[in-house]
């Protein structure tokens, strides 16, 4: 098996936390392509992809509100953000479903770009942000407020509780809010707060996911081709059951017999009989 099968066989089986990975790291490549300014040795987005604080741009281009969540700025950008996705993951569907993982990245991504446009728009800031890190926010929060005493094993470092490392996460977020990216903090903020927000309602018995999930069924069903098949007539069989035979049929069949053997006395006599002949007339004139 070269790389390349192994790559799909990965994705087909990882499940969808696997996939959102390949997603991101595939929407990097692209961009690599479309977007890299190699003169200038930085990306450059369009308003189409990215997500802007304008809302000129932004309500005429509300797909953006999710497309922004996955692409990233540079190389270790993605790399950082894929390494704690893929530790989160893990950490989320040891709990939860898969539609529930898929269902919080979305609505965290949407959650987060609308609080940072809207924070933008009323400062009266113009910005635009890429970047996964406000989808794997709310994950990581999610898990985290589910179950903030877990153990967890980091190298160098050995076991520490889950909410210890979210909580540091947080805080370098909160200290870096004024110096640069605030953009992208806010959206971490938002992601942090929306996932705490979706496990407090799944706990109390409502599940934000099934918006995503019955959306995506909706589309799906919608596009996905009813099998035709042609029309077949449907016949009821019932097994024959055993029935005993009736004495009138029994009575038939014997009186059948003699008329038979009483022809043939008729024309030949009673001495061309047989003796089984001779033995059932006997038997039946009793």
Known sequence: M???????????????????IYWNIACFL?????FYQYSGGGFVYPNWVALSSDPNV???????????????????????NMMVLNFASNLFLTFFTQKQYLGLYILGAIFSGITFALSFYFSNI???????????MAILVAVTTYQPLMNVRLLLIGNVKLWHITAVILVLDLMQFRLDNTGGHISHLAGALFGFIFIKLLQNGTDLSKIISRTLDFFT????????????????????????????VTKDKTQQQIDEILDKISQSGYDCLTKEEKEFLFKAGK
């Open 2 to 20: 070269n790389i390349l099968d192994d790559l799909k066989l990965q994705y087909r089986l990882g499940g969808v936390a696997m996939r959102v």
């Open 30 to 34: 692209i961009s690599l392509v479309f």
């Open 58 to 80: 932004f309500l005429f281009k509300p797909w953006t509100f999710l497309t922004y969540a996955f692409f990233h700025a540079s190389f270790l950008h993605l790399l950082f």
């Open 126 to 136: 113009a910005g635009s942000i890429v970047g996964a890190s406000a989808a794997i």
């Open 221 to 248: 069903n919608l596009f996905r081709k009813s099998p035709t098949t042609p029309f077949t007539k449907v016949h009821n069989y019932k097994k024959p059951t055993e029935r005993v035979p009736s004495r009138i």
